[in-house]
């Protein structure tokens, strides 16, 4: 079974402070993403990467940059971070080959509040 | 740009019923489709995919797709508690850049 590890799982920052989230996987996938999830919105994609020294914008990148400096590590980072940004973030990796194998890997995701 | 809408949003079942639940898309040259399952507080988990149009069977579950309606569709037969969930449809996109986006999600509630 394919690993995605996220760290911290839990985590409260102030307005206007910076905050790291980071990914680890352990599948050599070239893909990653990170998703944010509120209710009602399912999940929507923030960043991606298709490999190491590789971002890209998805849905909803604005407050939000990324970083993949190895093919296993997948950060994102919130410069300043606002109230609006609470929500549940989930990494997820995956190889993409337009075949059957797509399927994407979850972590078990990092719950952010942000008073 | 893709878009992806589920319905219902909540759908309470009994146990041993067939649950039906619906995506529709926007963007027809799209050619993955995909199901995943989030039991609550957990990550979300692949459940089928499918790639062409018509029915695949895995199981309890089948999935069936119509591009031309811009829609596809899980079915759950003989429905069990423990398939209570969230469940998400994914569409990939048609661009260069490979991605897939979710719906909003069904939460299905079994009651025993």
């Known amino acids: 079974e394919a690993a995605v590890t996220q760290s911290p799982r839990n985590k409260v920052a102030v307005t206007g402070g910076k905050v790291t989230l980071s990914c680890n996987q352990t599948?050599?996938?070239?893909?990653m993403y990170w998703y944010r999830q509120d209710t009602g919105h399912g999940l929507r994609l923030i960043h991606y990467?298709?490999?190491?020294?590789?971002?890209e914008k998805g849905d909803i990148p604005d407050g939000y940059k990324a970083s993949r400096p190895s093919q296993e590590n997948f950060s994102l980072i919130l410069e300043l971070a606002t109230p609006s940004q609470t929500s549940v973030y989930f990494c997820?990796?995956?190889?993409?080959?337009?075949?059957?194998?797509?399927?994407?890997?979850f972590g078990a995701g990092t719950r952010l509040s942000v008073l | 740009q893709q878009k992806v809408q589920q319905s219902p949003e909540s759908l309470i079942v009994p146990e041993g019923a067939m649950t039906s639940l619906n995506c529709t898309f926007s963007?027809?040259?799209?050619?993955?489709f995909a199901w995943y399952r989030q039991h609550s507080g957990k990550a979300p988990k692949a459940l089928m995919s499918?790639?062409?149009?018509g029915e695949k069977e895995e199981g309890r579950f089948t999935i069936h797709l119509n591009k031309a309606s811009l829609h596809f569709s899980l079915h759950i037969r003989d429905s069990q508690p423990s398939d209570s969930a969230l469940y998400l449809c994914?569409?990939?996109?048609?661009?260069?850049?490979?991605?897939?986006?979710f719906g909003s999600g069904t939460q299905l509630t079994v009651m025993p």
């Open positions: 997820a990796s995956g190889d993409i080959n337009w075949g059957e194998q797509n399927t994407l890997y």
């Open positions: 599948n050599n996938h070239n893909n």
């Open positions: 990467s298709y490999g190491a020294g590789s971002t």
């Open positions: 963007d027809s040259a799209s050619q993955y």
């Open positions: 499918i790639f062409s149009n």
């Open positions: 994914a569409v990939s996109t048609s661009s260069g850049s490979w991605q897939l986006i």
